[in-house]
């Protein structure tokens, strides 16, 4: 929900509205402002979150629809791509989308609004720690 920041994993039933699904669990509660990404990554369940207002940038590991996530990684982003160290100049403005290669290899598409014309997007292939 929006409003109050609270996930919920449910069970999908396509012949009812997705109010009506079942509750299999609720993590923790995030910012309302935060967006998630969900992704599987050698078919186990990821989830990528980035609160656009703090910079807060986590990846999740749900090893089981009704488990608590597991943290897999975290940090904080910048406010502008220039200010950013490590993560090829990602800020907490990019546009994400998770999309997968022909290998099934899960890959990261960030797209900078505020980037300069050569390094307006970039790409990261998710991989074993």
Do not use: M
């Not at 998630?36 to 207002?53: C, G, K, P, S």
């Not at 629809?65 to 907490?92: I, V």
């Amino acid at each position: 929900k929006r409003e109050t920041g609270e996930l919920r994993v449910c069970a999908a039933d396509v012949h009812l509205p997705a109010e009506r699904w079942p509750v299999l669990s609720t993590p923790a509660a995030f910012s309302k402002t935060a967006k998630h990404w969900a992704f599987t990554f050698n078919e186990h369940l990821f989830v990528i979150a980035i609160d656009r207002e703090t910079g807060s940038l986590q990846v999740f590991h749900v090893p089981d629809p009704s488990a608590p996530w597991s943290p897999a990684f975290e940090t904080t982003l910048p406010e502008r791509p220039a200010e950013a160290e490590g993560l090829q100049g990602l800020s907490r403005a990019a546009k994400l989308c998770v999309v997968y290669a022909p290998d099934k290899s899960p890959h990261v598409v960030a797209v900078e609004p505020e980037g300069s014309s050569d390094a307006g997007a970039s790409v990261f292939r998710i991989a074993d720690p």
